[in-house]
């Protein structure tokens, strides 16, 4: 992933955390729009939002990638337990692209959310294929 991606995700993240709570909201609503089966899996609403902007932020902070690649193998085996599926990230991701161009409107451009794209397909490649890597 490029150092220029990784600036303008935590540029972003800067910005979604000014408004957290709608954020959150709108995620959401996206999420169980795309994947209805998602609402049965979260034991309380506010448990994933922020440990996932968190985690989002500390990953696209890290210049040395390497050293949290374990922890992402790890998050990746816990979705597993948490009853999450593999054909369930894509609509996922979608869903969060859609929320923060939601959020962000005018401050979110392309070039960011191409950034996004790119962070999330690697996070999401790592989570899933983790095994493949040990
Ligand atoms: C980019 C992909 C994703 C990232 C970075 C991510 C991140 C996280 C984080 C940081 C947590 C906190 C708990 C922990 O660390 O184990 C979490 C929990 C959880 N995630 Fe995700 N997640 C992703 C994709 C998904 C998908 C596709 C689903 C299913 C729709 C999902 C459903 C859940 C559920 C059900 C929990 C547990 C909530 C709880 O028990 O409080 N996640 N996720």
Same mark, same amino acid.
């Given at each position: =992933? #490029?150092?220029?991606?990784? =600036?303008?995700? @935590?540029?972003?993240?800067?910005?979604?955390?000014?408004?957290?709570?709608?954020?959150?909201?709108?995620?959401? #609503?996206? $999420? +169980?729009?795309?994947?209805? @089966?998602?609402? @049965?899996?979260?034991?309380?609403?506010?448990?994933?939002?922020? *440990?996932?902007?968190?985690?989002?932020?500390?990953?696209?902070?890290?210049?040395?990638?390497? *050293?949290?690649?374990?922890?992402?193998?790890? $998050?990746? *085996?816990?979705?597993?337990?948490?009853? %999450?599926?593999?054909?369930? +990230?894509?609509?996922? *991701? #979608?869903?969060?692209?859609?929320?923060?161009?939601?959020? $962000?409107?005018?401050? %979110?451009?392309?070039?960011?959310?191409?950034?996004?794209?790119?962070?999330?397909?690697?996070?999401?490649?790592? =989570?899933?294929?983790?095994?493949?890597?040990?």
């Amino acid at each position: =992933m #490029q150092d220029s991606s990784r =600036m303008l995700v @935590a540029q972003s993240i800067q910005q979604i955390n000014q408004q957290s709570e709608r954020f959150q909201q709108s995620f959401y #609503q996206h $999420l +169980y729009q795309q994947v209805p @089966a998602a609402r @049965a899996l979260f034991p309380n609403t506010t448990a994933e939002k922020t *440990k996932l902007v968190s985690m989002l932020s500390t990953f696209s902070r890290l210049s040395n990638f390497d *050293k949290l690649k374990p922890a992402i193998i790890a $998050l990746g *085996k816990r979705h597993l337990a948490y009853g %999450v599926s593999t054909d369930m +990230y894509p609509p996922f *991701k #979608q869903a969060l692209l859609a929320t923060i161009q939601e959020t $962000l409107q005018e401050e %979110v451009d392309s070039a960011s959310l191409s950034a996004w794209n790119e962070v999330l397909d690697e996070l999401i490649d790592i =989570m899933q294929k983790g095994d493949a890597h040990e």
